[in-house]
C-alpha cells in the first residue's frame, strides 16, 4: 500500500488542488492531504477553517483523508509507512522552489520520494491568493473552488479578515 501525501498551505483549497488531489487518488492506493504551517505565510484561514473545506471538497472520494501536522514534512513523512509527496507543478516558477523542497525533503529523510504532477490547463492560473483578491473585492470565484464551499467562502472573504496567527 502506498500512500500519496499531498501538502499545503490550502488558503483555501481551489479547484486546481482537487484535480491534483483526485489524480493522484487514481495513482496510489491511499491519499493523505496535510494541511502543514509555512512560515513565509500569513494565512486568512484558521487550520480548522482550511481542514472542513478539503474534507466537504474530497467527501466523495473514498481514498482520500486530511489531516493537520505542525511538524516538518520529512518528520510527519516517516509516521505514513509507504508513501511518496505529491506536488503540482503550475509554471516554470513552481518549479525553483517544489525542485528545492523535494531535494531538502530527500536531505532530511532519504526515503522520501516526490513526484510531480503537470496541473490541467484550465487551472494554470489559479492559486489560494487569486480566489481570496478576487472574492474579497465581490469578484465571482464560483469557477476557481469546489462548489460545496461557494457558499461559505463568500460570506468568509466578505468579511475580508487575516486569521491573526502564522499557520
Ligand atoms: P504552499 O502554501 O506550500 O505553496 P499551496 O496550498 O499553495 O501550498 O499548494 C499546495 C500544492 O498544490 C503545491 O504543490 C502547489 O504547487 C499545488 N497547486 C496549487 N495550485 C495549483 C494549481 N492550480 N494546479 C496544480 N497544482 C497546484
Known amino acids: 500500500m502506498i500512500t500519496g501525501i499531498c501538502p499545503g498551505s490550502f488558503d483555501p483549497v481551489t479547484l486546481g488542488h482537487l484535480d491534483i488531489i483526485n489524480r493522484a487518488a487514481k495513482i496510489f492506493d ?9 512560515l513565509n505565510k500569513r494565512c486568512f484561514f484558521t487550520v480548522d477553517e482550511r481542514i472542513d473545506f478539503i474534507r466537504r471538497s474530497v467527501a466523495g472520494i473514498p481514498n482520500v483523508s486530511v489531516v493537520h501536522s505542525d511538524k516538518l514534512l520529512a518528520e510527519f513523512s516517516k509516521s505514513m509507512g509507504d508513501c511518496v509527496l505529491v506536488k503540482g507543478l503550475r509554471a516554470i516558477s513552481d518549479f525553483e522552489i517544489e525542485f528545492q523542497m523535494a531535494l531538502i525533503n530527500r536531505k532530511l529523510n532519504p526515503k522520501l520520494e516526490t513526484v510531480f504532477l503537470p496541473t490541467s490547463e484550465e487551472y494554470l492560473y489559479l492559486s489560494s491568493s487569486l480566489v481570496k483578491e478576487v472574492g474579497s473585492l465581490g469578484g465571482d470565484i464560483s469557477g476557481f473552488v469546489p462548489r460545496e464551499i461557494l457558499g461559505d467562502l463568500n460570506s468568509r472573504l466578505k468579511g475580508g479578515k487575516y486569521h491573526g496567527k502564522r499557520d
Open 30 to 38: 491511499n491519499v493523505c492531504v496535510v494541511v502543514m504551517v509555512n
